[in-house]
């Protein structure tokens, strides 16, 4: 399995990011990716997730305001879209993923990293005026 971020770099308080992961390696579709960030000095936090099982997951109300995820399955690529970027939005954010979420909806398993089996190496953002 293989998860490569890009689309990272510096963007102007209030602009867009737009961050993409490729997956590759999984044996179907059946595959839950969840996008995490971490800001310099903090721990690493849930931002959100999806997978054709569960659909769209947000880690926090005031981030579905801001963020978007979705998906393409013709490529398997998952897309973080970034809008209103706010300086405490700066940090890595990584891709990471595994196979065959469970049947019934738990939000921890795209947001508590300790589910995820595969990660990507990481994007930087950095949100400057």
């Known amino acids: 399995v293989q998860l490569v971020e890009s689309g990272g770099g510096s963007v102007q308080i209030g602009g867009s990011l737009r961050l993409s992961c490729q997956a590759s390696g999984f044996p179907s579709e059946d595959y839950a990716i969840g996008w995490f960030r971490q800001a310099p000095g903090k721990e690493r936090e849930g931002v959100s997730g999806r997978s054709k099982r569960h659909g769209n997951i947000y880690c926090e109300e005031s981030l579905r305001n801001r963020f978007r995820i979705s998906f393409d399955d013709g490529t398997n690529t998952v897309y973080l879209q970034m809008t209103g970027a706010r300086l405490d939005d700066s940090g890595v954010y990584f891709c990471?993923?595994?196979?065959?979420?469970?049947?019934?909806?738990?939000?921890?398993?795209?947001?508590?990293?300790?589910?995820?089996?595969?990660w990507g190496k990481g994007v930087s953002v950095t949100v400057g005026s």
């Open positions: 990471a993923a595994f196979f065959q979420p469970p049947r019934f909806y738990r939000k921890d398993y795209y947001c508590d990293e300790s589910f995820m089996k595969n």
